[in-house]
């Protein structure tokens, strides 16, 4: 019988641990045949005892391999020149790519054939070989890491008292049946390859950094290290009424809180870059990486409705209460601003999702000049008296905000309040509207 190495076929003059190569890269590339007892030359040496060295060889593979590559692998002992030789027929596996133990998914773990030897693989081809196998949802995909640590994870598993053991992992998605890692796992261990970049400015432009930091590791960490960093960030102004103290941060809390989880939640991770926020003195910009979600429209969000990207991490985030429902997270950001002149901004391109929260702090100007305030009190001078929905119309915002300015006018005597229910309409105090 005549043969020869190739792309499909290969050699072994006796069972070494290198076979586990061979059968990883058949199992990776299109399947192939290795003999065990012919030399490299094509010369039938035989085994002195196949029977021992196919079981040798069996065990070394199921321990050796992962995924489990046996299902593929067909052994049996055959005579070749009145000599004992083995016969391995190995199968292209359904769950590539296959690794050595101890070396993980990495080059120096994965091997594919290339003419007739088995070579390590490229960094491309075997993100490749994921994609093909596990699909295209990020989450789902097998972890290029492998030795991965989870300190951070156990803290706020523990903190919400929630168990978090290999059942909880698998049940969750972070660990497949074979105990392989997800990149799910991946983006709650501390070897997370993703950051969160946060940067300061002095003013409204982004000439002058007052500080910058970039925030990396368990995605658990990076949420409750960015949002302590804004918080200390987030100043309180003071305003008296009389004797009474009323104190304002620049952000309510809520909305900060929203945002960042929602950048976290919702970001494409199979994209590069980094998660950005900008604090200017008058807004602050989340810049997460992905757009919104095939078929999803600005109004749909708006409205509450809500298609996950990545359903297994929300739904980690969910069972440990850091949100409460899919979908809320934006109409939670703009309740927290229902009481404001100023509204938070959504924009989205194919590749970006942003949210701007507006300062609380910095005063907001009507027409590029005037206060809220000194707009309605220039219209009631000209036209004798205003209502409601002309507040509304003048300052182009919600009828919320348009009866917190008026009440406040009323508050300060410069504007006095006739009529009741649809028929209110707010008029020029004696003194304190001339005196505006």
């Known amino acids: 019988m005549s043969l020869e190495e190739s792309v499909s076929v290969e050699f072994k003059s006796i069972a070494l641990d290198d076979i586990k190569k061979s059968v990883i890269a058949f199992a990776n590339s299109g399947g192939g045949t290795l003999y065990i007892g012919i030399t490299d030359s094509g010369e039938v040496a035989g085994l002195a005892d196949a029977d021992a060295d196919m079981m040798s060889i069996n065990n070394m593979l199921r321990d050796g391999i992962k995924p489990d590559v046996t299902l593929f692998v067909q052994s049996k002992v055959e005579q070749m020149d009145s000599r004992d030789i083995i016969k391995m027929d190995v199968q292209r596996g359904t769950e590539r790519p296959y690794y050595l133990v101890g070396k993980g998914i990495r080059p120096e773990g994965v091997y594919v054939r290339h003419g007739a030897a088995s070579v390590p693989a490229t960094d491309t081809a075997i993100r490749k070989m994921i994609r093909e196998t596990d699909g295209d949802s990020y989450e789902k995909l097998r972890s290029v890491e492998q030795t991965l640590t989870f300190d951070s994870a ?76 804004l918080d200390i960030n987030n100043k309180t102004m003071a305003t008296f009424d009389k004797l009474l103290r009323i104190d304002s941060r620049d952000y309510p809390e809520a909305a900060l809180r929203e945002a960042l989880l929602n950048a976290v939640v919702h970001r494409e991770y199979s994209a590069s870059g980094s998660i950005l926020i900008k604090v200017f003195s008058e807004h602050v910009e989340i810049i997460s990486p992905g757009g919104l979600v095939g078929g999803i429209e600005i109004e749909d969000i708006m409205s509450g409705y809500s298609a996950c990207r990545n359903s297994e991490l929300a739904e980690v985030f969910y069972r440990l209460q850091l949100i409460e429902a899919y979908g809320t997270g934006i109409q939670k950001i703009f309740e927290a601003y229902k009481t404001s002149l100023a509204q938070p901004k959504i924009e989205v391109t194919p590749n970006v999702f942003k949210i701007v929260l507006p300062n609380l702090n910095s005063a907001p100007v009507a027409n590029g000049k005037e206060t809220p305030e000194e707009s309605v009190l220039q219209y009631v001078r000209e036209h004798g008296s205003i209502n409601r929905k002309q507040t509304e119309h003048i300052l182009g915002v919600s009828q919320t905000a348009a009866g917190v300015v008026l009440r406040r006018l009323v508050e300060q005597g410069k504007l006095i309040r006739e009529g009741y229910s649809h028929n209110v309409r707010y008029f020029l105090d004696a003194s304190g509207g001339q005196d505006a």
């Open 154 to 229: 156990k803290t706020e598993f523990a903190k919400r008292k929630v168990p978090f053991g290999a059942p909880q992992m698998a049940t969750l998605g972070l660990m497949s049946t074979d105990k392989i890692y997800t990149n799910l796992a991946m983006l709650l261990s501390e070897q997370c390859v993703h950051t969160i970049k946060v940067a300061i400015f002095q003013d409204t432009t982004q000439q002058v950094f007052k500080d910058r930091q970039e925030f990396e590791g368990s995605l658990f960490k990076q949420i409750n290290e960015v949002y302590n960093y």
